[in-house]
């Protein structure tokens, strides 16, 4: 059966580079209907960028639908990246645009409830860890893997210590990025393996623990500083990471937003909070619940007391 491949926020510059990935084989290699939503201004510019993709010739493609109705973008939809959000503008406060993505968001909840049955979802558009937690509470269907993206924080602190360390940043694995998408983040290496030597030893050898907190924390408005712009084309690299990480079974570690039911690390329950992830062999996430962080635990609390708040403030616009 042929997939289908939804992208929200279709005209943005996440998605101007996630798309050419995708049409390249970067997810599936296997022909695909890509569904492209976006605000209804924007329509003419969907069409324009439908245009694009067809005179690439995709052997892939087999239908592109660009539409602003999310009840025809998210009918069927096997794979989501939730790229639109709406962005911080000068002087708004963060209660304000709390309460903008609170509403995008119930909306794209409900017609979610059409996607196909066990659909995975990556929340990209910030801020993105209460944007999936409000899909999570009002989409009906628990079927539906819904994940918010550290893979980005994940790809940053792994760059970070290939370089530093001189290494094939593939060797470079079981990284944890903990918490939220913000710079409350925690970088985990403890558990951090470079072939079969710990990575955290040659951290504190080198003494670049506290540079490498640094480094992912403030990574994001370091390139915005830089480029005059956000993260586009590394986004959007994470964001393909992070579904192909959620399709293909490894037991290898990665850092995925997930809902906490309370019962892991003693992480406050109904978040979405970044923790180690593995997919098992059925296909099915699965939190490594059994990790001792006993002696580091405090430093995962600026995210917990930070997504309670966001939590709290978008349950007002939930009922």
């Given amino acids: 059966m042929v997939k289908n491949i939804v992208v929200t926020g279709a005209c943005g510059q996440i998605a101007y580079s996630l798309l050419f990935s995708l049409i390249q084989g970067g ?13 209804t201004p924007m329509l003419g510019a969907l069409e324009g960028l439908k245009m694009e993709i067809d005179d690439t010739a995709s052997p892939l493609i087999n239908q592109i639908v660009i539409t602003d109705d999310p009840k025809v973008a998210f009918k069927e939809g096997d794979y989501f990246f939730f790229l639109g959000a709406f962005p911080r503008g000068p002087g708004m406060e963060r209660r304000d645009l709390l309460e903008k993505n609170a509403h995008i968001f119930l909306a794209q909840a409900a017609a979610l409830n059409l996607a196909a049955k066990d659909a995975k979802v990556v929340v990209v558009g910030n801020p993105c860890n209460t944007n999936a937690y409000i899909l ?18 994940h ?30 983040l925690y970088v985990d290496t403890h558990y951090a393996t470079l072939g079969q030597k710990s990575i955290y030893d040659q951290l504190k050898e080198h003494h670049l623990e506290e540079a490498l907190q640094s480094h992912t924390q403030k990574r994001g408005e370091v390139v915005i500083k830089a480029r005059g712009k956000s993260s586009a084309a590394s986004a959007a690299n994470a964001a393909l990471e992070h579904m192909k990480a959620l399709i293909k079974p490894s037991t290898i570690m990665f850092s995925c937003g997930v809902y906490s039911k309370g019962n892991s690390y003693g992480i406050d329950e109904d978040l979405i909070f970044s923790m180690p992830c593995i997919v098992d062999a059925d296909s099915h996430l699965k939190v490594i619940s059994h990790l001792d962080i006993s002696a580091y635990r405090s430093f995962l609390e600026p995210s917990i007391k930070e997504l309670q708040e966001e939590r709290d403030v978008v349950l007002g616009f939930l009922n």
């Fill in 136 to 153: 999570h509470k009002k989409s009906k269907r628990k079927d539906i893997l819904i994940t918010s993206m550290s893979m980005l924080d």
């Fill in 155 to 184: 790809l940053r602190a792994k760059s970070f210590l290939a370089h530093h360390l001189d290494v094939d940043p593939l060797r470079v694995e079981n990284l944890i990025i903990w918490g939220n998408h913000s710079k409350s």
């Fill in 27 to 39: 997810l599936i290699k296997s022909k695909f209907n890509l569904k492209l939503l976006d605000i």
